[in-house]
């Protein structure tokens, strides 16, 4: 059994290497190449209609016996 003193400092001992972990993986992931021409959330797509489907997902419901 351990002391109050002890869990503290073995709280404190895995919280900074939470954050060293954190702090490493945020160097890791963050630094990101940025595209050269970014995309325009104004742009439209169109979508012809022989690609579009009808009723997707749908199933024949049918009454119980």
Known sequence: MTNRYERMKMQRRMQRRI???VEE???AFGVR???EIPPDP???IEIPPSTAKKAIGRVAVRPAV
């Open 42 to 44: 104004e742009a439209t």
């Open 25 to 27: 993986r945020r160097m």
């Open 19 to 21: 954050r060293l972990v």
């Open 33 to 35: 190449p940025q595209p």
